[in-house]
């Protein structure tokens, strides 16, 4: 079974400042793993995925996150926070179906808000 | 840039009453998923749907559910008698053969139940 750990449910910053969303996760096998952004009143995008290539993923808006295996980590970071960063950031872990498809398993997710 | 999109955007409702919520998947899409989010809690998993018929379920998913493509566009998802318990936001997402793990996702129905 797989199952995935925000350990913030809140993190603020001021703007210009990093940012750090934490996510543990578990699997019984090698995991993908994806960070979704949901903006108020908004669909969930997709902001990057790790599925087994390089450790170091780099999305859209600055945002990267790096694969830690030792430690079933794939935590989140900007360098510099923007307003437009605020928002709901989820973690997620891929679960295998009996397909050979995969259904997402969601984090409960961290509410980031940037001060000015 | 193809997207799922959804409607309606917002839906109230009586308990009791049936609703469908429809979702319009990307056009060369084969695999299709239902999300749900209470407010306040994290996304859950539904059902995913493949080759006209649910692949998998969760143990949310009862038989109060059901989900169809009645065309070769849309896809649905209808709640028969629908429960307080059953408000929340509902995602579609599909997925197309060239990526195999990324889920687009819709932008979400709310639904409301009095």
């Known amino acids: 079974a797989q199952s995935v750990t925000q350990l913030d449910s809140h993190v603020s910053v001021s703007e210009g400042t990093p940012v750090l969303l934490r996510c543990n996760y578990s699997s019984s096998y090698s995991p993908s793993l994806f960070w979704y952004v949901q903006h108020p009143n908004k669909g969930l995008q997709l902001l990057l995925k790790y599925t087994s290539a390089a450790t170091l993923v780099k999305g859209i808006n600055g945002f990267e996150a790096e694969f830690k295996k030792s430690e079933t980590s794939f935590h989140l970071t900007k360098p510099s926070a923007h307003m437009s960063d605020a928002a709901e950031y989820f973690c997620?872990?891929?679960?295998?179906?009996?397909?050979?498809?995969?259904?997402?398993?969601f984090g409960s997710g961290t509410r980031l808000q940037v001060q000015p | 840039e193809p997207e799922v999109t959804q409607t309606p955007s917002h839906q109230v409702t009586q308990m009791g009453q049936e609703v469908i919520l429809r979702c319009v998947p990307i056009?060369?899409?084969?695999?299709f998923y239902w999300y749900r989010q209470i407010l306040g809690q994290k996304v859950e998993f539904l059902v995913s749907f493949y080759n006209n018929e649910i692949s998998e379920k969760s143990e949310i998913f009862d038989d109060q559910f059901s989900v169809e493509r009645p065309d070769g566009s849309n896809f649905t998802l209808k709640i028969r008698s629908t429960k307080l318990e059953d408000s929340a936001m509902y995602f579609c997402?599909?997925?197309?053969?060239?990526?195999?793990?990324?889920?687009?996702f819709g932008p979400g129905t709310r639904l409301t139940v009095l």
């Open positions: 997402a599909s997925i197309g053969t060239g990526s195999y793990n990324e889920q687009f």
């Open positions: 997620v872990v891929s679960t295998l179906q009996d397909t050979g498809r995969r259904a997402l398993t």
């Open positions: 056009s060369n899409h084969l695999y």
